[in-house]
């Protein structure tokens, strides 16, 4: 239960401040600032994986889950529980943001672009961060220095990048939960599978690069 209640807390606390940056900035005329929501949304990462890293391992993400147990790094047998647990958590933040800001988007990923483009941006962000994530975590439990400043930097660096173009979610449930609460459903389907796909691949790309402490039973 230890495990899924971190998740839970995990996943409220990064969609509540990463969105919540993404609002107040838009509610307080721009004061937060682009490169403010994207450091937002790398320290909350980096301080939830230091949190909770040693109890669930910080996954914190459905296609991060699934991606650790392709590469068999974590049990089918969690991967449900795990994906129920976070998406209460980003609900439930999302709609504690419904209930502050009640005009907002909710931090929703609406793109600027082409939807086809915006598919591969997130296909190709979601296969860094896995890429990054494979090589510096263990999938059930995070008790190194490392893995949260690695993983909170990456997600910093693409949110800095990409953010104007297609919000930088890497996260099903991140696109989900605010596009449920706000009823905005614009090209969701986009963020509920590239970032899936991307994962997937980065997980197969291990398996090609490395010979040692990649994608097997030993992990």
Same mark, same amino acid.
């Not at 969690?78 to 209460?88: D, H, R, S, T």
């Not at 008790?143 to 990048?161: D, K, Q, Y």
């Given at each position: 239960?230890?495990? @899924?209640?971190?998740?839970? %807390?995990?996943? &409220? /606390? =990064? ?6 940056? =993404? ?5 307080? $005329? ?14 909350? *990462? #980096? /301080? #939830?994986? @230091?949190?909770?890293?040693?109890? /669930? ?6 296609? *991060?889950?699934?991606?650790?147990? +392709? ?7 969690? *991967?449900?529980? @795990? #994906? %129920? ?8 933040? !999302?709609?504690?943001?419904? &209930? ?6 909710? $931090? ?12 591969? %941006? ?7 961060? #896995? +890429?990054?994530?494979?090589?510096? !975590?263990? $999938? !059930? ?12 930097? +990456? ?14 979610? =890497? ?10 609460? !706000?009823?905005? =459903? /614009?090209?969701?389907?986009? @963020? ?5 796909? $991307?994962?997937?691949?980065?997980? &197969?790309?291990?398996?090609? +690069? ?10």
């Amino acid at each position: 239960m230890k495990k @899924y209640l971190s998740e839970f %807390i995990g996943t &409220f /606390s =990064m969609i509540f401040c990463g969105c919540g940056a =993404m609002v107040i900035n838009d509610f307080t $005329g721009g004061t937060i600032t682009h490169p403010g929501v994207a450091i937002t949304w790398g320290l909350i *990462v #980096m /301080s #939830m994986i @230091y949190a909770f890293g040693d109890i /669930s391992g910080a996954h914190f993400n459905p296609a *991060v889950t699934l991606g650790f147990a +392709v590469a068999k790094k974590f049990s089918w047998r969690e *991967v449900p529980k @795990y #994906m %129920i647990a976070q998406f209460f958590g980003a609900i439930a933040a !999302s709609f504690t943001l419904l &209930f502050l800001f009640p005009e907002s988007d909710l $931090g929703a990923t609406i793109p600027t672009i082409e939807p086809l483009k915006v598919f591969v %941006i997130e296909l190709l962000l979601s296969f860094f961060l #896995m +890429v990054v994530i494979i090589n510096v !975590s263990t $999938g !059930s439990k995070e008790i190194g220095p490392v893995a949260g400043i690695a993983v909170g930097s +990456v997600i910093l660096l693409e949110a800095m990048f990409a953010g104007p173009l297609t919000k930088a979610s =890497m996260n099903p449930i991140r696109s989900l939960a605010p596009a449920l609460a !706000s009823g905005n =459903m /614009s090209q969701l389907w986009i @963020y509920l599978t590239a970032p899936f796909i $991307g994962m997937l691949l980065a997980v &197969f790309s291990c398996r090609l +690069v490395k010979d040692e402490n990649c994608c097997d039973d030993k992990c």
